[in-house]
C-alpha cells in the first residue's frame, strides 16, 4: 500500500507549483489553492503525525486538550509550555503599548501576574469558547462538545454529530477566526468512528501537520468516550496556502521520504468525561521522524 | 482540469450504491452511506446540472432566491407553484423556523442586532477577494431547536484567484439522489456563486465563475443512475446575462429556465 504521507507531499507539491501568488491578511504572501483533501484510515492505529519533519505532537495534542477546557487566555497554554498562540496577544501588546517586549519577557509577565494576563492574554471568544460555552443572542450557553459525546453514544447513526467555532457575531472578537472550523463525526455500522475536518484556511507548512495531530487526539478521546473503535479521519481544506518564505523549507521537505506512520494510544482506561484527560494520557509510539524544519508563523 | 459532472456524479452514486454502508437513519428509511466525499467542477466547462434525469431547475432557482430574501415562511414558495418545503412547514401558517435564509441574511446578535452575512461576502469580494474568510454558515447552534430542518448545506466560502470566483459547499448530510442532484446540491451552489459573481466586480475585471467544489461529508443513496447525456452549458450562457442584484427577480431565472429547455435530459 502507498504511505498516505504522500497525500500530504503531493498536496505541498500542487501548490508549490501551481499555487496562486496572492497577497493575505498578515502581508507575507502566499501560493494557494482551494479545496483540498487527505483522508487517512485510523483502524490499525497508525495516526497522520508527519514523519518527513517531526512535528511536536506533544504541543499538538497539549493544544487540543487547551481547546476543550474551553479556555481562551494564554496563560494556561503557558503553564504548559506552549507558545503557538502567543504572538497574537504580544502584537497586539507591542502595538497598544509601544513597547518592544520580547516574546519570553511578555509570557513571563502572563505567567506571573494574573492582572496582566486578564488584560493582555486574552485571545477573545476564539475556539473553546464557542466548542463549550456558545452563547446565543438569548444569552442561553450550548456545550457543543458534551452533545456530541451524548449523541456518539445515544444516537451514533445520527448526521448531526458536529460543532464548530464560526459564531457569526463573535468573530470580531476574536484574535483569529477558527481556521479548523467544523469538525463533524459519524459512525459505522461496525462501530468505528470517523472524523471530517473542515479547514477553510490552513497554513500548510505549520498549521495543517499541527492540526491533523490535534483533530485525530480528539478523535480518540471521543471514540473512547462512546466505546468505539477508529474509522477514517477525513480533512477538507478551503484556502490551502504556503508562505512565500516557507518555500526552501517545502521543498527541503518534498526531498525526504516518509518513514513508517506513528500510532497514537490513550494510555488509560476512560475518565468520566471527556473532561478527564491530560497529556500524559497519550501515547505516539514507534515515531522516528525526519529532523525538525523550522520556519517563521505569519501572525 | 476537472472531471464532468457526467463521470463524477455518477461514478460517485455507483461508489456509494456499491461501498456504502447500511445504515439507520431518522426518518426510518434505511439508507447506504459513505462519509467524506469530494465533487469538483470547472465551470467554464459548463452548468453542473444532473442531465441523466430531469431536475426541476425552476425550484431551485426559486429557492436560492427564496433563501437570498432572508426569508424562513414557505409561503413565498408555494405562491409561486414550488412545494418543496412544505412538508416541514407549519400547515397553518406556512412558518419554518430560522431556518438557511434567515441565518445568511440575519443571524441575530445578541444586542438586537443581525449580521447580513450574503451582504459581508459580497462587501469582501469586492474589497479583499484575497480573503480567506469569505464564509456563510447557516449552522446557528444557539438556533438550531428552532428550525424546522437542520441546514444540510451548512456552510460554503468563496475564494477569488486572477479574478475567478470559486466556491466550496461543505454539506454535513447529502441525500445524492433527491438533494445532491436537485435542490440543495450541485446547481444550486453553481447559481449560488454565479449569482454573487454576477452582483460585483472585482477590482476593474469582471469577475467569472471557475471552479465549484463540493465537499460532502455524508451521503446516502438508494437507487443507481443510467448514463449521462451531455452536461448543460448554463454557465456560459449566465455569465453573458446581466444580474440585477442578489435580489434578482425569479423573471431573470426563467428566462435562464428557457436555455435549459435545450439541454438534453432524460
Request: with cysteine.
Amino acid at each position: 500500500m502507498r504511505h498516505p504521507e504522500h497525500q500530504y507531499l503531493e498536496m505541498l507539491g500542487r501548490v508549490l507549483e501551481s499555487g496562486d501568488p496572492r497577497t493575505d491578511r498578515t502581508g507575507v504572501g502566499t501560493l494557494s489553492r482551494f479545496g483540498e483533501v487527505a483522508r487517512f484510515d485510523l483502524s490499525s492505529g497508525e495516526v497522520p503525525i508527519l514523519t518527513t519533519k517531526r512535528v511536536y505532537w506533544k504541543t499538538a495534542v497539549k493544544e487540543m486538550l487547551w481547546f476543550l477546557t474551553g479556555g481562551t487566555n494564554i496563560r494556561d497554554l503557558l503553564r504548559e509550555k506552549v507558545s503557538i498562540w502567543t504572538d497574537w496577544p504580544l502584537e497586539r501588546y507591542r502595538k497598544a503599548t509601544g513597547t518592544h517586549i520580547s516574546q519570553a519577557e511578555f509570557e513571563m509577565r502572563v505567567l506571573e501576574d494574573s492582572a496582566f494576563a486578564a488584560q493582555w492574554g486574552e485571545l477573545g471568544p476564539v475556539y473553546g469558547k464557542q466548542w463549550r460555552n456558545w452563547v446565543g443572542s438569548d444569552g442561553k450557553v450550548y456545550d457543543q462538545i458534551s452533545n456530541v459525546v451524548q449523541t456518539l453514544k445515544t444516537n451514533p447513526s445520527s448526521r448531526r454529530i458536529l460543532f464548530h467555532g464560526w459564531n457569526v457575531p463573535e468573530i470580531d472578537r476574536m484574535a483569529l477566526p477558527p481556521c479548523h472550523l467544523l469538525y463533524q463525526y459519524h459512525v459505522s455500522s461496525d462501530g468505528r468512528l470517523s472524523c471530517i475536518l473542515f479547514q477553510r484556511s490552513a497554513d500548510i507548512l505549520l498549521g495543517v501537520p499541527f492540526n491533523w495531530t490535534g483533530a485525530v487526539a480528539l478523535q480518540l478521546m471521543l471514540a473512547q468516550q462512546a466505546g468505539l473503535g477508529l474509522g477514517e479521519f477525513v480533512w477538507m481544506g478551503g484556502d490551502v496556502h504556503l508562505y512565500k518564505n516557507h518555500v526552501d523549507q517545502a521543498r527541503e521537505q518534498l526531498s525526504r521520504s516518509p518513514r513508517p506512520m506513528p500510532r497514537m494510544r490513550i494510555t488509560k482506561a476512560a475518565p468520566e468525561s471527556i473532561d478527564g484527560y491530560c497529556i500524559e494520557d497519550f501515547a505516539v509510539e514507534g515515531y522516528d521522524p525526519h529532523p525538525a524544519i523550522k520556519a517563521e508563523v505569519a501572525v | 482540469m476537472t472531471r464532468p459532472i457526467r463521470s463524477q456524479y455518477e461514478d460517485f452514486m455507483r461508489h456509494v450504491f456499491e461501498h456504502g454502508v447500511a445504515k439507520a437513519d431518522r426518518t426510518g428509511t434505511g439508507t447506504r452511506s459513505v462519509f467524506g466525499q469530494q465533487m469538483r467542477f470547472d465551470l467554464r466547462e459548463g452548468f453542473p446540472l444532473v442531465t441523466t434525469k430531469k431536475v426541476h431547475f425552476k425550484s431551485i432557482a426559486l429557492e436560492l432566491l427564496w433563501f437570498l430574501r432572508g426569508d424562513g415562511n414557505a409561503r413565498w414558495l408555494q405562491e409561486r407553484g414550488v412545494s418543496i418545503w412544505d412538508e416541514w412547514a407549519n400547515p397553518e401558517t406556512g412558518d419554518l423556523g430560522p431556518v438557511y435564509g434567515v441565518q445568511w441574511r440575519s443571524w441575530p446578535t445578541p444586542d438586537g442586532g443581525h449580521i447580513d452575512q450574503i451582504a459581508e461576502v459580497v462587501k469582501q469580494l469586492k474589497s479583499n477577494p484575497d480573503s480567506r474568510r469569505i464564509i456563510v454558515s447557516a449552522w446557528n447552534v444557539a438556533e438550531l431547536s428552532k428550525m424546522a430542518l437542520l441546514p444540510c448545506h451548512a456552510f460554503f466560502q468563496f475564494y477569488v484567484a486572477e479574478g475567478r470566483l470559486s466556491c466550496q459547499l461543505y454539506q454535513r448530510s447529502a441525500d445524492i439522489f433527491l438533494g445532491v442532484g436537485f435542490l440543495s446540491g450541485i446547481a444550486h451552489q453553481s447559481l449560488n456563486a454565479v449569482c454573487l459573481c454576477k452582483c460585483g466586480t472585482v477590482g476593474d475585471r469582471s469577475a467569472t465563475v471557475n471552479e465549484w467544489s463540493l465537499v460532502s461529508a455524508y451521503t446516502a443513496a438508494q437507487e443507481d443512475e443510467e448514463h449521462p447525456r451531455r452536461k448543460s452549458r448554463l454557465a456560459s450562457q449566465l455569465a453573458k446575462t446581466r444580474v440585477p442584484g442578489l435580489r434578482a427577480s425569479s423573471k431573470w431565472f426563467d428566462s435562464r429556465r428557457r436555455a435549459i429547455r435545450r439541454m438534453d435530459c432524460h
